[in-house]
């Protein structure tokens, strides 16, 4: 069983920048896709980006390209959101995700363990 911890979210400003990690324990982490997700008070859980089992295929929401960058480091079996130009609208809490299979998109089915979250404001 797999387990995922997420950390780095907090209070940050408009325009600031932030990086959230999340580790993986409990199976061979770098046979697998990676995902982050994440949920907005009173809204849907939507897609934020997902990256391949060898960090070579990236995919992330058309609404955070250019702003949010996902990336992965198999030795450390851990995954990062780099977060810039951070917007009100991006205040939400941030999960990570593990696919089922070495490439998954945002397709929530793709995914068979979440983390518990991290939250992440966006405020002046």
């Known amino acids: 069983q797999v387990k995922l911890v997420e950390s780095g979210g907090g209070l940050v400003q408009p325009g600031d920048s932030l990086r959230l990690s999340c580790v993986a324990s409990?199976?061979?982490?770098?046979?697998?896709?990676m995902g982050w997700f994440r949920q907005a008070p009173g809204k849907e859980r939507e897609f934020v980006a997902a990256?391949?089992?060898?960090?070579?295929?990236?995919a992330t929401a058309d609404s955070m390209q250019g702003r949010f960058t996902v990336s992965r480091d198999n030795g450390l079996n851990t995954i990062y959101l780099q977060m810039s130009s951070l917007m009100p609208e991006d205040t939400a809490d941030y999960y990570c995700?593990?696919?089922?299979?070495?490439?998954?998109?945002?397709?929530?089915?793709?995914?068979?363990?979440w983390g518990p979250g991290t939250r992440v404001t966006v405020s002046s």
């Open positions: 995700a593990a696919g089922r299979t070495t490439v998954t998109g945002p397709n929530t089915d793709d995914y068979n363990a």
């Open positions: 409990g199976r061979n982490f770098s046979r697998y896709s």
């Open positions: 990256v391949a089992w060898n960090g070579g295929i990236t």
